[in-house]
């Protein structure tokens, strides 16, 4: 499953929270791109420019990673990728990856959102220094102002929430990121979710639009993603 939306549209919360009920994996190459930033890995070193400017890294680096991480045990199962792909290129890379391994792309859910609601989220957003745990001024606070309630860490804005950072991530979202909605439309794989609602409302919405019926100890019992055709 891919899930797809602006900066801020919430892909990575709700991206979570299906893995918990899905028991898959969740891949966000944001998530592993910040990870080599802060580690300074050779990886990290080539993307961190990018990532500040608020531009996309190469693609041929981001499949690399893809190629990697889709190889390990526990994606036999099945994976939901938060942030990927995010070029024309990189949707064709998958859809070679995925022929190679005899596997098929279940489902695009594409987040939709108004600019002025993205654009408060990312700029009340706090991440716990030590742990990442994610904060928001003002949709989730912490117990203490400016403490991590997990683990105590310091909490801070992210580097590329910056009002400059943003309008540019938008603006790569619209021009690199939106063919890859009409590619996906094309291939009727695609399913439309209004994400401009509080998370827990959002999460059921996106557990009944991929129907998923969940037995009483929360363990998903059947799954099917039939995607809307390509005429709607
Ligand atoms: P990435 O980390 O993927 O950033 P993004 O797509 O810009 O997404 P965000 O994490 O900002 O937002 P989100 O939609 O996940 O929302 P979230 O749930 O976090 O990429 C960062 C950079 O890495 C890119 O700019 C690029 O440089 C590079 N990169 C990554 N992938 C790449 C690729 N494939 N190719 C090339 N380069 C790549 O929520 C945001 C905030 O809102 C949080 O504070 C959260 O608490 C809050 N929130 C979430 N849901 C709600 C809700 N329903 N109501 C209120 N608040 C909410």
């Known amino acids: 499953m891919i899930l797809i939306g602006p900066p801020g549209s919430g892909k990575g919360t709700q991206a979570r929270l299906l893995s918990k009920r899905l028991k898959i994996?969740?891949?966000?190459t944001g998530d592993?791109?910040?990870?080599?930033?802060?580690?300074?890995?050779?990886?990290?070193?080539?993307?961190q420019a990018y990532m500040e400017k608020g531009e996309l890294v190469p693609d041929n680096v981001i499949i690399e990673i893809i190629k990697e991480r889709i190889s390990r045990p526990d994606?036999?199962?099945?994976?939901?990728?938060?942030?990927?792909p995010r070029t024309l290129t990189q949707a064709r890379m998958l859809d070679r990856i995925f022929k190679e391994k005899n596997?098929?792309?279940d489902l695009v859910i594409q987040f939709k959102i108004t600019d002025e609601s993205l654009t408060k989220r990312l700029s009340g957003r706090l991440i716990c220094s030590k742990c990442g745990a994610d904060y928001n001024l003002y949709f989730k606070l912490p117990?203490?102002?400016?403490?991590?309630?997990?683990?105590?860490?310091?909490l801070l804005p992210r580097q590329d929430d910056k009002k400059s950072v943003v309008t540019n991530r938008l603006k790569v979202f619209k021009n690199q990121t939106k063919p890859v909605l009409n590619y996906y439309q094309k291939q009727s794989k695609i399913k439309t979710i209004?994400?401009?609602?509080?998370?827990?409302?959002?999460?059921?919405?996106?557990?009944?639009?991929i129907n998923v019926e969940v037995n009483p100890n929360g363990l998903p019992e059947k799954q099917s993603f039939p995607a809307e055709s390509k005429e709607e």
């Open 25 to 28: 994996p969740h891949i966000s």
């Open 32 to 47: 592993i791109l910040r990870e080599a930033v802060k580690n300074q890995t050779q990886l990290g070193q080539e993307a």
């Open 75 to 84: 994606c036999e199962k099945g994976y939901i990728f938060d942030g990927f």
């Open 103 to 105: 596997k098929e792309l």
């Open 143 to 154: 117990r203490v102002e400016g403490i991590c309630d997990r683990c105590g860490g310091n």
């Open 194 to 209: 209004d994400a401009d609602k509080k998370s827990e409302n959002l999460n059921q919405e996106l557990l009944q639009l």
